[in-house]
């Protein structure tokens, strides 16, 4: 199932290298301000190109097939679709007898009886991430003044800033680089969320491990928190409004939002698809073999995911929110 | 909302000072053998009394409710409840003037008007873990050779069985401690979970995050990964069945299981009532003041949240298990 | 799956012949009124013992499990329970292998492998509807000024109040009838209901054909208006807040409430367990055989489905008032 | 919401005079012969063309925007979309101050604060059912041998074949008719469905009532069962499979199929747009006024909806096969 949320409902489809890819957005609320240029600046962001990310560049405009009218959302799904126009289908031919390691090819395989389309990863690309900020575009204006950040902290172990020369190495060397990306979302009013199954952190993570790469979430003071004693993790309540004094609860208490910056950290793993060559199962060979992978990739994928992360907050709290009214 | 799953449901219920919990399990399969005597392991292990647990001690008694016909499953929803016997309500009656810190008193109130049950937490108290357990004893069986087991790594920063000495200095000092645990998933076959939004990583987190104290959620080598190589962190498959030589990724690919292991680890933080002093909000008086808890509780809940773990673990799996038949 | 409802979420658990019946009410708001004397009038209304109803009593009374706390709704689901005391299960032994005619014994023992608790029918049985009238009574209090209101127009195809010959007629005949009812709901604004897939219509439908026995449902003018021109069906709107002149659209105009009265009819089969004797398979001797039904139960069915169908038209709509607030 | 099915979930999107519609059908399995070609008998049987019918012809040629390759669905989500290229939106643009009786121009101008695409009825259209009958398409190879076959049984209240004159009538007056529809689906094995809110029944009128114009749906013997004895109403049971002697249950027992064919009856309304001037509220004069409505338009919808009712049963029925594989 590619659908996520239960009144802000977004549903992902599409290939790397087949028509295109999109989202249908249900459940947005009408009379929001929406038209086409209102999704450059998030896609932009998205957008490879800097050093450590593909080559291959897509013009990324996005169709607003339906839901809008003269620039205002109208309350019925709005359905978006980006082409795909740089392919090059050819590179990834051998990848159904030569799965890649770390990479959805073998499962894709085995799931869908053979028929998956394994261009590129098909369904399972990070190009899907596309649709996916242009849902948190609409997100992000239905949560008005709720705003959501994120920022890298990390690449490869190093703080974001003194990582190039990791960057640069690793690319030299035909290798890839994790990540590490924090995300905050300010002035959320307090009670959203509910008791256990649909905790905030419940309905977050569940989104945030959508995004391809990722390999952990924690709130607040998160895995800290296992190290630290109560005397030092609780947050005194300082003001009526539910204002605490720290913040290591990240903005939670018990699954309900408790009035202050929501936060969050996130784990991106290095890039699967990676120059130098590796040991893998070969099954038309029946035994492991040498997969040296073509096509072209980023070096470290983390350094695009920023706007999807906050894309994946904002659809999540956006849910939260008409939940909530 | 208290529903989890969409083919194996999950709803809890009850109060920590009411008459009782209990969890409504709505599409468990037929034929499955389940009398109240299958509950007894899993129960014992989640109950109180260890060092470092709280004295309140509960009979826990399951009473099969529905679902439930000569010792076998009939596919009808099985309710089971939980009666509340051992309750000292007159401990928290100043609660709902003065929140405690790290608790959900605050945003409960305030999230359902000043209605909500606050003795002992109400709804959002631990002791809705029973009706948690209960349902993971079920999910457990319907998942037939699938295994899922948890294990404490850490207890406030030391390796478990390290800890007595820490354990004992927050007892003494009216304090608490976190703790870090695993869980592994064993036998599932290929295939399960969805590209995207309803991937193994997305719907494991969503109930796990929904358990008292989560603050974080990894997957194989999980927050590690952000500072790896993809030359260190891609698994290499080594068999024609999806094994690989590393589990790297925890036993997912693309969102899809792979056939190995399924590992994560969950930081739990220290317990949020400590009988030291603090200062916060006294919305009586206006102001901060002093609060000193009174109430039995856990000096580390992470002790007893081994079972839990696993039940919310084998729940998920048996969702996507039932899912993907 | 035995649960209804986005955000008025209902779960009914139970059989005729186990330990009770029940139903989890999750996504109810806070701070209703809510104690066990307010489910009298609408449990007595569904009480077997008028003319043509079923000689088994129960005392029906609801145990509050919780969600309640000092005659208010927490927020919190809300657990109702009804223990069976009256049970007679040795009239039933027969069932699995002589199935009865217009019951769901046959596909019961089929879809859950023989599992099934056949005894008076386990989880089909109409006692469930118990459950549901305790959910009812809940959803008409979160409705509000919205009122549901039920009526018998005909019984056996006889008017309502004319219908006592036939009724006596078919009692002494050990056979049984069908009725006719009409529900009306009224106050509700302008604009609940989606297009297409969460139309009203299609929301109450569903939630209607889940009481046992019943075959048809219509709205507005209904199957009538398969005979009727648009210049006779459309209804003029005759004032600003949208009030029409007519109204067989039954209060839904493109699957959203119009601010009109919501009038549906529904057709309800006569009683399955007759006192005659019919010719049905019998799967020991593998052959029709002669089946004699024992065991207690209604000549009229439709006597008693009122009050269960305002409960079904309730809880659909709190569910959509809930959705659009 | 515009989304129906757990399993076979489909999403639809689309205005009548938008850019087009279109529909992402999630969940369809893997493997299915699925190509441009498959589409044409349906959408042809759809279209308009026929006596009564509106003369707005469009190509109708659906685009397969994802989720197929080389001929084959791939388990990744099938998104279709249908250009809208016929449009004359200038004959809409009084609707705002003067809804149309029978419409949801009112309904959606007053839930959307009249930011709804009021042109041709904007998202509500029955332009949208050309999306539906494309998933249905879909569902029908999902389903394999379950076949699902929809007659016209009257028109206007005349016999099928026996209403030319009515219908010539009708149109000669600038007026519409009703119509009678019948479907059956054939081969559904015993024990799809549910107990209570998952009943075939409710599944099946779920998404039958949001047709738009549809004002009734029974099963089987219908609302003649309410007139009925029980002694002439149950099916008696003649071979080990289940079949029936007679079928007045439809095909369903305890809201669970019986292995006999599933059998509903569905009764469509009279266009509400008809030529003949109406009286109705104007909202720009504050009262009551005539309205002329312009546009071209069907004298009788239900000569197109037997496709579409076969699209929505097939859609709630592949829904049902995948739950209960």
Known sequence: MNTFGRKFRVNLFGESHGAGVGVCVDGCPAGIDLRQPDFA?????RKSGARG???RIEADAPELLSGVFEGKTTGAPVAIIFRNEN????????LLSHPRPGH???????KFGGY????GGGHFSGRLTLALVAAGVIAKKTLGGVTVTST???VGGAKYGEHEALLEEAIAGGDSLGGLLECVASNIPVGWGEPFFDSVESLVSHIVFAIPGVRGVEFGSGFAAARQKGSEHNDPIVASCG??????AGGVNGGISNGNDLTLRVAVKPTASIG???QTFDFAKGRVDELLIRGRHDACIALRVPVVLEAAVAIALADLMLLNS
């Open 87 to 94: 392919t090059r289908s050819g590179d990834y031919a051998d």
């Open 116 to 119: 998956a389309d394994y261009r």
């Open 41 to 45: 600046a998030d896609l932009q962001r």
């Open 53 to 55: 990310t593909t080559p």
């Open 243 to 248: 204002k605490t004094g720290t913040n290591r």
């Open 276 to 278: 130098a060559p590796q």
């Open 104 to 110: 959805a090819d073998f499962v894709a395989a085995r």
């Open 152 to 154: 890298i902290l990390e």
